[in-house]
Structures are given as C-alpha cells and as structure tokens.
C-alpha cells in the first residue's frame, strides 16, 4: 500500500502535508528525545543539555565529544544520542567543523564531528526510533547525509524494508550521486511506499469489499482516505 538543515523554533513536532519538517525543531542540544521517559524510561533523567551559548556547557561538550569519539558505544544508542547532541552543540559554539575538532581533541575528527552533529539535525520523528533501538545509530548517520524529503523517505524504507546499514548506506549514496530514491532504494528489494498493516477483521472485510467493487487496489482507498485525514 502506498503512504505515499537546523533550526531553532519553539516547537519539534512533524506537521503533515507539506509543512512537515526534514530537519531538527528545537533548539541544539536540547534533550527532546533523550529528555521523554516515554521513550527512553528512567534514562530520561540523565538526559544531559547542552547549551552553545553557555561556555561551561560547550566545555562539557567538548569533554564529551572525545570521550565519545574514543569510545565502543556501538550498543549504546542513547549515549550515541547524547555524543551527536554534544557535536552539534560544540559546532556551534566553536562556530565550524575544524574548531569544534579542534577543541575536543583525540580521535575527534572533523568527519566525525560532523557525521553525529547531522544525526543530531534530524527531525524529531526519525531521532524517536533511533531512541527506540529502531534505527541503528550508525545507519541514522547514513540517513542524516541525504537531504530534504528523501532522508524521511529512506528512514521509512530502512524500516518497513528492513535494510542493513550497509544497505541504507549503499541508498544514501545512490541519491546523493543523483538517483531516484524509488530507483535506489529498488535496487535493494524495496519498494518504497509499501508497508505492512493490520487491521481489524471488520475494516479489512469492509476494505476488500470495496476495492473489489470499485475495481481498484486496497491501497488506492487507503491511500486516498490518508489524503483526507492528514488534510
């Protein structure tokens, strides 16, 4: 069936139709994500904030950068949250790549910096499912180097078409070098737009009975009354 870079405004909340944003809402370094128990339970209570405009806090950034930088984090995708907040923050305070690179130190490179400040960018809805272990942080790095609507695009297909982080890696290169998304992601058994729902005995009887009379695809009705909700 088909369904078918940072700011710092007040609200993070994806809007339908076309204002929905493709790049972070809050402010940088705020612990939206991080801060939610819904999400992340007790957790949300260590949610650390860092503030570019507080000296102190970009120091903590800093300190925070490199230890991230230098550490196996590969299991630990909220202190991967928490190591993207701080690059970004530091970004900004120090006010470029280089600088920020600079101030951490160790292994903090200037790629690395800038990969997790990107993942940091993204919008609120993808940062959810990487909180939720269902967007591998690495992948989620991947994501974050495409831009516009097609980094939503490729998060959704990296889930509903269950893609390794070679593959989602393999995808972001494929449109950053001018391909299609639906053609890249194509590429890799997926076909974008399609996903898997459930529906209770009652709608799916009601929704097979109707296509079947109108002589169209379920996805069609489902798209279309999709249309009108999110109007």
Do not use: C
């Not at 710092?8 to 909340?13: A, E, I, M, W």
């Not at 570019?52 to 806090?57: F, K, Q």
């Not at 120091?59 to 991967?80: I, N, Q």
């Not at 001018?178 to 996903?195: K, N, S, T």
């Amino acid at each position: 069936m088909t369904d078918n870079r940072s700011g710092d405004r007040s609200t993070d909340r994806d809007e339908p139709d076309r204002s929905i944003p493709t790049d972070r809402e809050s402010p940088v370094g705020a612990p939206v994500i991080r801060g939610d128990e819904s999400v992340t339970g007790p957790h949300a209570r260590e949610a650390v904030q860092f503030d570019p405009t507080d000296p102190d806090s970009v120091a903590d950034a800093a300190e925070t950068v490199r230890r991230f930088a230098s550490d196996d984090t590969a299991d630990d995708h909220l202190y991967m949250l928490r190591g993207a907040a701080a690059s970004a923050a530091l970004v900004r305070g120090e006010g470029s790549y280089k600088a920020a690179a600079e101030r951490a130190g160790g292994d903090a490179s200037v790629s690395f910096i800038r990969k997790w400040a990107r993942v940091h960018d993204l919008p609120r809805s993808v940062r959810k499912q990487v909180a939720l272990g269902q967007i591998a942080p690495t992948a989620a790095k991947h994501i974050a180097r495409v831009g516009g609507e097609a980094r939503l695009l490729l998060a959704w297909a990296a889930l509903d078409g269950d893609l390794t982080v070679r593959d989602v890696r393999s995808v972001a290169s494929a449109i950053n070098n001018g391909a299609p998304i639906e053609r890249a992601l194509a590429d890799h058994g997926v076909q974008l737009g399609q996903l898997e729902v459930t529906l209770s005995p009652e709608r799916y009887r009601d929704l097979r009975r109707r296509a079947s009379i109108d002589g169209v695809d379920p996805g069609e009705i489902v798209t279309e009354a999709l249309d009108e909700y999110f109007e």
